[in-house]
């Protein structure tokens, strides 16, 4: 183990349990999801796998996950973040961190607010790599026309089911 263990915690919620491991020099979220300890752990760079974690409170992750249970959808993207990728991947995650509570933007919608109009599939793949679910919540980002597109964390069900909570769920009928 090389350096201060990262500090993790699992929270109970809806939608599953969810494990955030985060960085205790600074309090940054680098891994988070609904699933096992173990693969939020693997799904860090070796950098940070070999910290290892220790069980520890998280007062500030606890607090934007209980605001944003209550109804406080903008508490999840206060929380600071960081995970590596690529610019443009950067780019699209910080864009959909801008994504108000209650809302859902296209792929095509993402990628133009990341700079690149036509990369809908590029905008895809950031979404299926974020590792900081749901505090980048690529579940507000829905196929065009309305349909709900894929969630790797727990799938369809539960992306409608955040969305549900957000009041982004299901679309308002076009008049």
Known sequence: MTGTPLTGTSLETPFGTLTVLVTPEDGVVRSSGF????????ALPSRLQAR???EGPLPEVVDAIAAWLEGDGDAITAVPVAQEGGPF????WEQLRTVPSGS???YQELATMAGRPRAMRAVGTACARNNIAPFVPCHRVIQSGGRLGS???GGNEVKAAMLALEGAWPPAAAS
Do not use: I, K, N
């Open 89 to 92: 991947f950067q780019e699209a």
């Open 151 to 153: 969630y790797g964390f």
């Open 52 to 54: 290892g974690w220790a």
């Open 104 to 106: 859902a933007v296209s």
């Open 35 to 42: 699933r096992p300890m173990r693969d939020t752990l693997a």
